[in-house]
């Protein structure tokens, strides 16, 4: 199983003004694929707040995966990307490419995806998007690599070629 956390931000919904749609999409199509929710919350769009959870998530409660929602976009007040990325060791933009490569079949809003994606130790960080349907066409995108990359992360497999 594959421990793995789920980061929503939101101000509103962190305020109880709106429901997190996204976060329990997430964890609803991932529980049944060998990973294991062991953390969910939902904070504000606040750049400190997000590096604080995620050094949390990452160093503290040691999670394989986490998979963050909300803040991939224009606004100023987006800035989940950025904060990843302060927080990670190593950068893994072919999970970010790729989301975007994929949903650009669907809507050429896609370019306008700000989302990372990185290491930091032996956690594998994903930012989606907010919006629950992109949120799990992305990571729809992207889960049959998911497991074989956090293997060799962590040490439980050792090999990326084919026999």
């Known amino acids: 199983m594959i421990r793995t956390a789920v980061l929503t931000m939101s101000d509103k919904g962190s305020r109880g003004e709106r429901e997190d749609l996204t976060g329990p999409a997430i964890m609803d199509m991932i529980k049944d694929g060998g990973f294991e929710i062991v953390h969910y ?27 963050t929602n909300g803040g991939t976009g224009f606004s100023k007040r987006d800035i989940t990307p950025e904060a990843t990325m302060k927080v990670i060791e190593r950068n ?21 995806s700000r989302a990372a994606s990185g290491i930091r130790g032996g956690t594998l960080i994903v930012n989606l998007p907010g919006s629950p349907k992109a949120a799990k066409e992305n990571l729809e995108f992207i889960m049959p690599a998911l497991p074989h990359g956090i293997d060799i992360l962590t040490g439980r497999d050792s090999e990326c070629a084919r026999k």
């Open 41 to 67: 919350k939902m904070i504000p769009d606040d750049f400190d707040t997000i590096v604080k959870e995620l050094l949390y998530l990452c160093d503290e409660l040691k999670v394989e995966l986490v998979l």
């Open 92 to 112: 893994v933009p072919g999970i970010a490419e790729a989301m975007r490569l994929k949903s650009l079949q669907i809507t050429p809003k896609a370019m306008l």
